[in-house]
């Protein structure tokens, strides 16, 4: 086996160990803050957000310093704006999964798909073929089904998911 052949596999299986991690990670860091939310009483949501930053920029500064991740740089202005977009998206994705049910919160973030073609659609006129259009449309199709049957939705926390789609499209935006 050539050095290229097993450097690639080592990128392959570094990659599936990361997209793993995340999906882990993303699915108990959701639950363990809903069971803090609605279990326990904790209702600062903005203190999670919180601990959420600071867990992943030690992690991130661990895994730069091992060789995992490499330095980059954004213009100062772009920083910024990315920045207050993450923000709204964490704080308002943790309100949200406060004031919602964890239906309603992965609702929310499904509607994020949409939400970014439509930006793409209107800021970079991107055209789309018939086959996305159609998924995109199921997609809008599913959210409104589980919508209309999740009842557990107030006028707070829909209004909190809206600020986070929004938010979280601007960004990868």
């Given amino acids: 086996m050539s050095s290229t052949t097993k450097a690639a596999d080592r990128k392959a299986a570094t990659d599936v160990a990361a997209w793993m991690f995340n999906v882990v ?6 639950m363990v803050n809903k069971a803090l939310m609605a279990t326990y009483g904790f209702s600062f949501a903005t203190t999670l957000t919180g601990l959420h930053f600071a867990t992943t920029t030690m992690l991130t500064t661990f895994l730069r310093w091992l060789g995992y991740i490499q330095t980059s740089h954004l213009p100062f202005s772009e920083l910024v704006r990315f920045v ?13 999964l406060m004031w919602n049910s964890v239906g309603f919160y992965q609702i929310a973030k499904l509607s ?15 055209r789309y073929s018939r086959d996305t259009k159609l998924s995109i449309l199921l997609v809008l199709f599913g959210v409104g089904v589980c919508t209309v049957t999740d009842v557990s939705v107030n ?12 938010s979280t499209a601007m960004q990868q935006y």
Avoid at 25 to 30: A, K, L, Q, R, Y
Avoid at 85 to 94: E, H, K, L, Q, T
């Fill in 25 to 30: 990670t993303s699915v108990g860091i959701i």
């Fill in 84 to 96: 207050v977009f993450a923000n709204f998206s964490i704080v308002g994705m943790n309100v949200s």
């Fill in 112 to 126: 994020m798909i949409p939400v970014s073609c439509f930006l793409e659609v209107v800021l970079d006129k991107v």
């Fill in 155 to 166: 006028a707070k926390g829909f209004i909190a998911a809206f600020v986070a789609v929004w």
